[in-house]
Every structure is written in C-alpha cells, then in structure tokens.
C-alpha cells in the first residue's frame, strides 16, 4: 500500500513519531480507500444518470453530469419497446427452477458423499473435483446436440433441468465440507432412535445447513441471473429470452426502431441489475460467508 | 438386535443363489431366529460383493449412500463425461448437424493448427488479455483486501461500495461501458481531454479495444469475490505470528513478506488458478461490447469457438477446438499446481 506512513521512521523517537505515523497511515488510507470508491461507483454513478436523462441531453457535449429534470419515465418506455417485463418473469423461472433443483439435489448428493461408504465413493468425488477445472467448453457441443434431439431447443429447458443431477460440482464439494463439520453424533443418535437416512437429513442435518444452503442459493440464483451463454445458444425467439440475453437484443434494437436509445438501453441495464444487488444487501451475510468458504477450503 | 454385525461368508461363490434383490433382508430375517454359526456360512449375495460390503449394515450404507448419490451420478454421466467423450469422437468428424458425422482423423486438428488463420491469433490475444487481467486483477484484489483489513471504521461500507461492481452481470457491463467509451460524448474521453490528453476510439480502435476490455474486466474484478476471500485469508493469519515479529523489529514490509504472503499463499493460489481459467474463457464482454472487432482486435478464443461453432455449424471442427482449449486450461491448472510446491505453504499439515 502506498502510504506515507511507510516511510516514516517508526523505531526512532519512539511515541511522538510513531502517533504521527499511524496519523499519517490513518488518513492516507482513508483518502486511498474513498477515491478508490469513487472509482468503483462511477460507472454506475453515470449509468444511472443517463437512465434518468432525456434524449437531447444524452446526446449533448460537453456531457451533462446528472440530468436537468430526472425523466422516471424512461423505466417505463423501456417496457413498450422491448418485452422486458416477459424477460424478467422467463428469467425468474430459470433462475427459481435451477436454484430450487441445484440446492435439491447437491445437498442429497453431498450428503451421500459425506456420511455414506460405498464402492468408488472416493474415486467419484475425484473425478467431480477435476471436472472443476475443466473448461465448459469441452462438453457444450455434446450438450446442445443431446437437447436437440430432445427437442429442447428454443426453450428454457436446457437452462434448468441439467441443475436437478446434482447441482455441479462446486455446490456439491460446498456442501459436503459443510456436512462433515456438523458431528455425527446426532445421526448416530437419531439411526439408534430408529430414523431412516432420508429423515435424518431432513430432520436433523437440513435444519444445521440453513446458512450454506442460503449461500447457495444466492450464488446460484446470481449464477443463473447474470447467464449469457447458456441463454444464447438455447433461445432463438424473443418471446424465451431470459433478461440477459434481451439486454443484447435490446443493444441492436436502436437501428431496428431508427431512434436513438440510449437512455432507455441504460435504464434497462439498471433494471436488469437491480435484483441481484437488492437479494445482495438481503443476503449479504450469506453472500460473504459462502464465498469466504468456498475460497478458504478450495 | 443389530443386524448388522452378522458376517457374510467370503469363502463360497456367489451366483445362484436366489437373493438376488432383496439380500438385506433375507440375512436380517434369516438372523433373527437361525443362530450366528449358520448365517456367517451363508453365501455373500452377490449384490454385496459387487458392492464390496461384508456385512448387512455395510451394504444398507452402500444402497443409501448410492441412492442418494444417484442424481450426480447420473448427471456426471449425462452431462460431463458423456459429452467430453462425445466431444472427443465429434473432434474427428466433419459434422453440419444436418446429415451424419464422417470421421476424417485428426482432420480437424491439422485445420486448427495449420490452416486456420484465425485460431493462433484468437489463442494468442486471449493468453495476453489473461496475462493483463490475471496478474493485475490478483494482485490489486490483495491490495484492497489489507487496505480494508487495518481495521479502520466503515470498512465494510467502502468493501459493498468495491464490491458492487463485480455483481454487474457480464451484458450490462459491456454495454455500460460502451456508453462510457464513447468516443465522442463519453465522461471518460471528456475527463481525458480535460486534462489535455486525446481521447482514444477505445472499441472503435484496434490498439485499443483491447486495453480497453482490461479495463471493464478490471472493474469487474478487483473488489469482487477474490477481494472477499483474500480478506477472509487475511483474518485467518493468527495475531501471534504479528507479535512475534514485532518483537523481532519486523518492518511492514519483513512482517507483509515473511507472515502475512506465506500464510495466506494457499488462497494466492486458488485466486491464481481461478482467476486463469475464467480470464481464458472470455467471451460475453467481447461478443456484447465489440463482436471480436475491430479488425478482430478482440477476437478472443472462445468467441472463435463459438462462431465456429453455432453460427457456421461446423460441431466436428468446434469440438476439436474445445478439445484443445480444455487441454491448454488443464495443462496450465496442472502447471500450476505443480509450481504451487515451490511457494505455497500449508500451515496447517
């Protein structure tokens, strides 16, 4: 870090000097760690500026820092140009159909993988570890000929279905850490009871997973939210878009309609990114602790 | 009773034996009225043998833990080891999707490196584009993670504000940013200019569309979640090892280099390593800010892939060029790995 306590000498002159220097420190920070801050917000700063920002003053040089009468409406024209409200809804289906079907099947495989010996456990979970660096290129082609011939094209199908086996590689490693943490006593003393598997995962392990399941939820639904490809490849009409790929629809929309829109183009990507920083400061808690774990055990 | 402390007997075959299905429960009821000699002669079903499990119990576990399993098991065959082997045959065809694969060896291949004009450059801008981002997106998330862990007040204020960014989804970023690229009535060529320097065409400039991807990805990155781990990585390095070092007269820089990087270099490594394979795959940010240009100055690999690949149809030559690029990621994750032994420190074993 650059600051000018670094250079300081704290050793010599002992308490004056080191004050100084932590003074120093204090406020060099403070000021590094705002204009950083600025930085970071601008972009967004301006998007939403220009969303609120009349055709005229889009187009206007020098540029207008915030605009003369804020035009509110330009969130509503968005919707009569492009079927945004369409979008939001298909993306809500995808995102709530693979959220609920990774968070489903990830924690009945996790807990397989964690309390259960079976033969080649130990070389399957190996095999699912390496397919996390596997680039997932390498298994699109196949993919998208397989939901071809299922007649999955041009629906959202694709998008959610595959997240029902086991939710990928990454929630199941997720989860299975998080399992092995919770002690086995508690199975033991339930199987004594008389309590079959499914219930104590239901019963007694689920209840404990609240907040890495909350984690994962919230990654997934970012995950499935902010999808480009997935919708790309799969979506050929409008009416299927999910909100991400409308958004690119939307981009080469102005020379279809022949009027510049711009303003409405910023709106749209406000809106389109609204939900995700809403469900952030919602679950930020979550949010932060699942990708701290993710980062301190991988 | 626990049934489950019965042994089956290993020394006779299996096969024919007629408990086929429902061995579990054979044993368990044969065990709760013959005595413990005659149910350890009994064969091992062969259920339990396939299953590798000596006793009831074990092989209960087996079932379960199979049964639950089974969605992965399934989608690992379905949708991941299935594929990269339908990949591999694919990767020898010539296959339109329209009429059926011809096998045409590595055809495909000797295409990729030899006659296709576009596939070394696309791979080369993506390594320089990953090699920009990588060391620079590592490195300054470090430098924000100690710059928010001092512990000043209204840390976690300034790391939502650095964090935000990064929550942008990929599409809205590239078009954002066009809107403040703008070559002529952007704020950042307008701030440039105000200072006296000329604003370039940035996406409209082959020199410099591509720094100026570096850049949106740079906003994307540096306080998002490799920030949030760092700090995570930071406040796990115990306080002992601080103090100790201020007992020795450690400067910042003796106590940054000599405590705070060996104990967090296992978390420099995972960002390492996922920081490579998510900047070689590229392709939103270019396909939404730039489609490859201009003059495919961000022509980026997987862009060529996916050209290749669903707008002209060729699967046989797309699988063969996902092909390679799984095996360049690979090699280099293992390279990694492999270097990793040199610098990483495992505290903990």
Redesign the interface.
């Known amino acids: 870090m650059a600051t000018d306590a670094q250079t300081m000498p704290t050793r010599a002159r002992r308490t004056t000097s080191l004050r100084t220097a932590k003074l120093l420190n204090a406020v060099g920070s403070y000021v590094l760690m705002t204009v950083l801050a600025i930085i970071f917000m601008f972009p967004w700063f301006w998007t939403m500026g220009s969303s609120m920002k009349t055709v005229a003053e889009i187009y206007k040089y020098p540029p207008l820092m915030l605009p003369g009468q804020i035009q509110f409406n330009n969130y509503v024209d968005a919707f009569e140009v492009v079927p945004f409200g369409l979008w939001f809804l298909n993306s809500l289906r995808v995102v709530t159909l693979s959220t609920l079907g990774s968070i489903i099947s990830a924690t009945l495989v996790a807990y397989s993988f964690a309390r259960f010996n079976w033969a080649g456990r130990d070389v399957i979970f190996g095999i699912t570890l390496a397919t996390m660096m596997l680039p997932s290129e390498v298994t699109l082609i196949p993919q998208y000929l397989l939901f071809r011939e299922l007649g999955w094209l041009n629906t959202i199908k694709p998008l959610w279905i595959p997240a029902w086996f086991g939710g990928g590689a990454y929630s199941i490693f997720l989860l299975r850490q998080f399992i092995r943490t919770i002690p086995r006593d508690f199975d033991e003393a339930a199987t004594i009871d008389g309590a079959n598997p499914l219930y104590i995962l239901v019963m007694i392990l689920v209840p404990n997973m609240k907040p890495v399941l909350a984690t994962l939820s919230v990654l997934s639904f970012i995950g499935g939210w902010n999808d480009f490809m997935g919708p790309l490849i799969y979506l050929a009409s409008p009416r299927q878009f999910t909100i991400a790929l409308g958004l690119r629809y939307f981009q080469q929309a102005p020379g279809q309609y022949g009027r510049p829109l711009e303003h409405l183009l910023m709106a749209a990507c406000v809106m389109a990114t609204a939900p995700i920083i809403i469900l952030f400061f919602l679950a930020q808690r979550y949010f932060v602790q699942g990708i701290v774990m993710s980062g301190i055990k991988g | 009773m626990e049934r489950g402390c019965y042994r089956f007997s290993t020394s006779l075959p299996s096969g024919q034996t007629g408990q086929r299905d429902c061995c579990g429960e054979e044993i368990a009821l044969s065990s709760m009225s013959v005595p413990e000699v005659i149910v350890t002669r009994r064969r091992r079903p062969w259920l339990a043998k396939?299953?590798?499990?000596n006793t009831v119990k074990?092989l209960r576990?087996?079932l379960?833990?199979?049964?639950?399993?089974s969605?992965?098991?399934?989608?690992?065959c379905?949708?991941?080891?299935?594929?990269?082997l339908?990949?591999l045959y694919?990767s020898l065809t010539r296959y339109d999707?329209v009429s059926t694969p011809e096998l045409i060896g590595l055809g495909n291949y000797r295409r990729a490196f030899f006659e296709d004009s576009l596939m070394w450059p696309s791979l080369g801008r993506t390594f320089r584009y990953a090699m920009t981002v990588v060391p620079i997106g590592v490195a300054g998330s470090l430098?924000?993670a100690?710059?928010?862990n001092?512990g000043?007040r209204f840390t976690s204020l300034?790391r939502?504000?650095?964090?935000?960014?990064s929550?942008?989804?990929?599409?809205?970023l590239a078009?954002?940013?066009t809107?403040?690229y703008h070559p002529?009535?952007?704020?950042i060529n307008?701030g440039l200019r105000a200072i006296g320097l000329p604003g370039p065409g940035w996406f409209s400039s082959t020199t410099w569309a591509l720094p100026a991807m570096i850049i949106i990805s740079l906003?994307g990155w540096?306080?998002g979640?490799?920030m949030?781990?760092?700090?995570?990585?930071l406040q796990?390095v115990p306080q002992e090892l601080y103090d100790a070092a201020n007992v020795d007269?450690a400067?910042?820089?003796h106590k940054f280099a000599h405590v705070t990087l060996p104990m967090i270099s296992p978390?420099l490594l995972?960002?390492l390593i996922?920081g490579v394979?998510g900047a070689?795959?590229v392709?939103?940010l270019a396909?939404?800010a730039t489609s490859g240009g201009p003059a495919r100055a961000t022509w980026f690999y997987?862009l060529h892939?996916?050209t290749v690949?669903?707008q002209y149809y060729e699967?046989g030559y797309?699988?063969a060029l996902?092909?390679f690029?799984?095996f360049i990621?690979?090699l280099i994750?293992l390279f990694q790995f492999r270097l990793s032994r040199q610098w990483v420190f495992y505290a903990g074993e």
């Not at chain 2, 969605?71 to 690992?76: A, I, K, N, S, T």
């Open positions: 396939v299953l590798r499990c074990e576990e087996s379960w833990g199979m049964a639950f399993a969605p992965w098991l399934l989608g690992l379905i949708f991941v080891m299935g594929p990269i339908a990949s694919l999707i430098t924000l100690l710059l928010l001092q000043y300034y939502t504000l650095y964090f935000l960014p929550l942008t989804p990929s599409v809205a078009l954002l940013w809107w403040l002529q009535l952007g704020p307008y906003w540096l306080g979640t490799q949030l781990i760092f700090l995570a990585g796990g007269g400067n910042r820089w978390t995972f960002n996922m394979i070689l795959k392709f939103t396909y939404v997987a892939l996916y690949t669903f699967m797309g699988a996902a092909w690029f799984a990621v690979i994750t």
